[in-house]
């Protein structure tokens, strides 16, 4: 009949969808599940995990420690998103502006950037900042910055946390670059020859006719970095393992040496689910005002 709808895509979309929500919401479920009970190496090898209630939310609240850690937290991903949109539109906006041959080798570069695995980028930076023969350090003293020879990044927090700004910022520009370039060509042409005409700046075009026009892709560009940047773990990890003296741990860090470490796996949970609301809870309203423009 006309009228009857075939279930055939939706038989063929399901097992995509079941395995994603598998995949997505058991971990997430059972680590809420974990954080209510009192859950140590001795419930992880014999189970009955006895329940807790809010003990080990009450603790983590209660102590400075975390309260730390959420601020560099923070701190961490404001600084990473803000770097990344702007230079992300920069890179964009060039692009619009490159004949053909140039435009395909910078997005080419883009591309082949963020496709390099995070493990395999990591270890490069790290390569890259080494104390004695790190190409940085060499760059610097060639320069005539002689109090970088053998500079040790890190060994010290700030230097540290600067070059997992740079390494991130470095990942996440290529994706957002070419996500906002590609927002850019469906903006008609003729607005902008319009506003030449009028006498327009290249800051009065982009104020008054890019950014109103691409408001909801810059918004959800920022909203999809804020989630990349904080939960960020890896990178953090493998350079630096949250040292030195915690400089460089934020709350995926900081749950992850709660479990390994102290085998605090209820506590760890804890932290992973706080993490998640508060993620939940500041993308909440930027993406309702997104979906009601």
Same mark, same amino acid.
């Given at each position: 009949?006309?009228?009857?709808?075939?279930?055939?895509?939706?038989?063929?979309?399901?097992?995509?969808?079941?395995?994603?929500?598998? %995949?997505?919401?058991?971990?997430?479920?059972?680590?809420?599940?974990?954080?209510?009970?009192?859950?140590?190496?001795?419930?992880?090898?014999?189970?009955? /995990?006895?329940?807790?209630?809010?003990?080990?939310?009450?603790?983590?609240?209660?102590?400075?420690?975390?309260?730390?850690?959420?601020?560099?937290?923070?701190?961490?991903?404001?600084?990473?998103?803000? %770097?990344?949109?702007?230079?992300?539109?920069?890179?964009?906006?060039?692009?619009?502006?490159?004949?053909?041959?140039?435009?395909?080798?910078?997005?080419?570069?883009?591309?082949?950037?963020?496709?390099?695995?995070? +493990?395999?980028?990591?270890?490069?930076?790290?390569?890259?900042?080494?104390?004695?023969?790190?190409?940085?350090?060499?760059?610097?003293?060639?320069?005539?910055?002689?109090?970088?020879?053998?500079?040790?990044?890190?060994?010290?927090?700030?230097?540290?946390? /600067?070059?997992?700004?740079?390494?991130?910022?470095?990942?996440?520009?290529?994706?957002?670059?070419?996500?906002?370039?590609?927002?850019?060509?469906?903006?008609?042409?003729?607005?902008?020859?319009?506003?030449?005409?009028?006498?327009?700046?290249?800051?009065? *075009?982009?104020?008054?006719?890019?950014?109103?026009?691409?408001?909801?892709?810059?918004?959800?560009?920022?909203? %999809?970095?804020? +989630?990349? *940047?904080?939960?960020?773990?890896?990178?953090?990890?493998?350079?630096?393992?949250?040292?030195?003296?915690?400089?460089?741990?934020?709350?995926?860090?900081?749950?992850?040496? +709660?479990?390994?470490?102290?085998?605090?796996?209820?506590?760890?949970?804890?932290?992973?689910?706080?993490?998640?609301? +508060?993620? /939940?809870?500041? %993308?909440?309203?930027?993406?309702?005002?997104?979906?009601?423009?």
């Amino acid at each position: 009949m006309r009228g009857t709808r075939s279930p055939w895509p939706y038989l063929l979309i399901a097992p995509t969808v079941a395995g994603g929500a598998f %995949l997505l919401l058991y971990p997430m479920l059972k680590a809420a599940v974990i954080s209510f009970q009192h859950f140590r190496m001795g419930e992880l090898i014999r189970g009955g /995990a006895a329940f807790a209630g809010l003990d080990n939310y009450a603790e983590l609240l209660a102590g400075e420690e975390f309260w730390r850690v959420l601020w560099r937290t923070l701190g961490w991903t404001a600084i990473n998103v803000v %770097l990344i949109v702007v230079l992300s539109t920069g890179v964009a906006l060039m692009l619009t502006r490159l004949r053909r041959g140039l435009r395909l080798a910078l997005m080419s570069a883009l591309a082949l950037a963020w496709a390099t695995p995070i +493990i395999a980028a990591t270890t490069v930076f790290q390569w890259l900042f080494q104390s004695e023969l790190g190409v940085v350090n060499w760059l610097l003293v060639m320069l005539g910055f002689d109090s970088f020879r053998g500079y040790p990044w890190f060994a010290d927090g700030t230097a540290t946390f /600067a070059v997992l700004v740079i390494l991130v910022v470095w990942q996440s520009v290529p994706f957002a670059a070419l996500t906002l370039y590609a927002g850019l060509t469906t903006i008609p042409g003729e607005l902008y020859e319009s506003a030449r005409i009028d006498g327009g700046t290249g800051r009065q *075009v982009f104020w008054k006719i890019t950014l109103p026009m691409l408001r909801q892709l810059f918004a959800l560009v920022a909203s %999809l970095e804020v +989630i990349w *940047v904080a939960k960020c773990f890896p990178q953090i990890w493998v350079l630096s393992q949250g040292g030195p003296d915690g400089a460089t741990t934020t709350l995926p860090v900081y749950a992850f040496k +709660i479990a390994r470490v102290l085998h605090r796996y209820d506590l760890g949970s804890a932290v992973a689910m706080l993490t998640v609301v +508060i993620l /939940a809870v500041a %993308l909440v309203s930027n993406l309702r005002r997104m979906v009601r423009q």
